[in-house]
């Protein structure tokens, strides 16, 4: 069992940046690759980027690709976003997310997370 909490969510100008932190409690932080996903009124739930366990593998959708960066610090058992350039359609609430992996591989499929926040708001104007 693991717990997340996320943080650091808020209103920004667009073409600010936020940085939101995912903190973890319970078991090994560093046994879980993490994803952080999104979801805005009205839409389903998306992907928006994933770090394997290690830290060394990271994977973005495409429509955050050059703008958010994917982190983790094992030792403080926390995943970041890293979220620059914000555009109005960035706004949402933005969830981490664990799955408990034997391998070193980054999970984009929200079907294969196990655990999940309860989300921080980030909301974006124009």
């Known amino acids: 069992q693991v717990q997340l909490v996320e943080s650091g969510g808020g209103l920004v100008q667009a073409g600010g940046s936020l940085r939101l932190s995912c903190a973890a409690s319970?078991?090994?932080?560093?046994?879980?690759?993490m994803g952080w996903f999104r979801q805005a009124p009205g839409k389903e739930r998306e992907f928006v980027a994933a770090?394997?366990?290690?830290?060394?593998?990271?994977r973005y959708a495409d429509s955050v690709k050059g703008r958010f960066t994917i982190s983790r610090d094992n030792a403080k058992n926390t995943v970041y976003l890293q979220m620059n350039s914000l555009k109005p359609e960035d706004t949402a609430v933005y969830v981490c997310a664990a799955d408990p992996q034997s391998f070193n591989i980054v999970v984009v499929s929200p079907t294969r997370y196990d655990y999940w926040g309860q989300g921080t708001q980030v909301t974006v104007s124009s």
């Open positions: 770090i394997s366990k290690s830290g060394g593998s990271t």
């Open positions: 319970g078991r090994t932080f560093s046994g879980y690759a």
